[in-house]
C-alpha cells in the first residue's frame, strides 16, 4: 500500500472529487480526517474521522488540526480539495461579495490550513500538502475572472510554500484538473444557459482526449503526489486535464 499509516487531512470531502480521494486513500491505506461543511452520512471509523468545519473560520480550522492530533496523534498530509465555482459573469456585473467569498473559500482557506498544519509537519521532519486549483487558471474561460484569480493565488501560494518548507522536508505541490464530471462543472454556466447542453459542447469538446476528467482520475493523481514515489516533487503542477492546458 502507498500511504500506508500515514495521517492525511482531506478538505471538500463530500464533494465529487474529495470523496474518491477519501475512498482511494483509505484503500492505500491511510487514516483520512474528512473535512467539509456538512458530513452527513459519513461513517466515523477507526481510520476515517469526519470533521464539520467552513474553512473560511480561523477557528474551525484550528480545531480541525486539534482533532486530528487528539485522535490520530500526528499529520503527515494536508490535501485540499474544497472549493466554490463562479457562474460565467462579466466583470462589471460581480459584486465585491461575489470575489471575497472565492478568493476566501478557494485561496484564504489553503493559507489557514497550510499554517496549521505545517508546525506538526516541521515537529515530525517531513510532510506533504497538494492544492487543487485549476487548468483554467492557465487557459481561461471568459467569465470565470474571480474563480480563476482565486486558482492563481492557490499555485502562487503552494510555490512560495515549496520553496519555504524544502528545508524542512515539507513538499508542496498543486493538482490543477480539467472539467470534471461532478456537480460543480454545471455551475461554471452562466445565468439561465443550458447546463448538459455545455456540458456536452464546450467543456467535453475542449478537453483534447475526448472525455470529461472523472474524480478518479485526480484521487490517482493525488495518491501518486502524495506517496514516497513522489518524494523529489515539489513546487510541481500536475495538470491532469485530457490536455485542456495545450
Ligand atoms: N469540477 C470541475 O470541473 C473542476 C475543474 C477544475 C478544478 N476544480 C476544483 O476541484 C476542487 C473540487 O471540485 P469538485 O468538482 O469535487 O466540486 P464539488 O462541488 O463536488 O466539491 C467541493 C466541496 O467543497 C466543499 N466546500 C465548499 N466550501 C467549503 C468551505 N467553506 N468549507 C468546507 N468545505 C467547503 C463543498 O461542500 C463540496 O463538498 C475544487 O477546488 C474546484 O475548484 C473543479
Known amino acids: 500500500m502507498r500511504l500506508e499509516n500515514e495521517v492525511f487531512v482531506v478538505t471538500g470531502a463530500k464533494g465529487g472529487m474529495g470523496r474518491e480521494t477519501v475512498k482511494r486513500f483509505l484503500e492505500e491505506g491511510a487514516y483520512v480526517a474528512a473535512v467539509d461543511l456538512n458530513i452527513d452520512g459519513m461513517e466515523k471509523s477507526d481510520r476515517l474521522l469526519p470533521i464539520a468545519a467552513n474553512l473560511t473560520s480561523e477557528a ?102 515549496a520553496i519555504e518548507l524544502a528545508d524542512y522536508g515539507i513538499r508542496v505541490n498543486v493538482v490543477n484538473p480539467g472539467p470534471a464530471d461532478t456537480n460543480m462543472l454545471g455551475q461554471f454556466t452562466s445565468k439561465n444557459a443550458d447546463v448538459e447542453a455545455t456540458k456536452e459542447n464546450i467543456f467535453k469538446k475542449s478537453v483534447p482526449l475526448g472525455r470529461l476528467i472523472n474524480p478518479i482520475d485526480i484521487a490517482n493523481s493525488l495518491v501518486y503526489l502524495c506517496s514516497k514515489e513522489a518524494s523529489i516533487v515539489t513546487g510541481s503542477v500536475l495538470n491532469v486535464d485530457g490536455g485542456r492546458g495545450i
Open 60 to 161: 474551525d480550522v484550528a480545531r480541525i488540526f486539534q482533532e486530528v492530533k487528539r485522535v490520530f496523534g500526528r499529520v503527515d498530509g494536508l490535501v485540499n480539495i474544497a472549493g466554490i465555482a463562479q457562474a460565467a459573469t462579466q466583470i462589471e456585473e460581480v459584486s465585491l461579495a461575489d470575489w471575497e467569498k472565492l478568493m476566501s473559500v478557494n485561496a484564504t482557506s489553503l493559507f489557514l490550513t497550510c499554517r496549521e498544519a505545517v508546525p506538526y509537519m516541521k515537529q515530525q521532519g517531513e510532510g506533504v500538502i497538494v492544492n487543487i486549483a485549476s487548468i483554467s487558471m492557465v487557459r481561461p474561460r471568459p467569465g470565470l475572472n474571480a474563480y480563476i484569480a482565486s486558482k492563481g493565488a492557490a499555485v502562487s501560494f503552494s510555490q512560495a510554500l
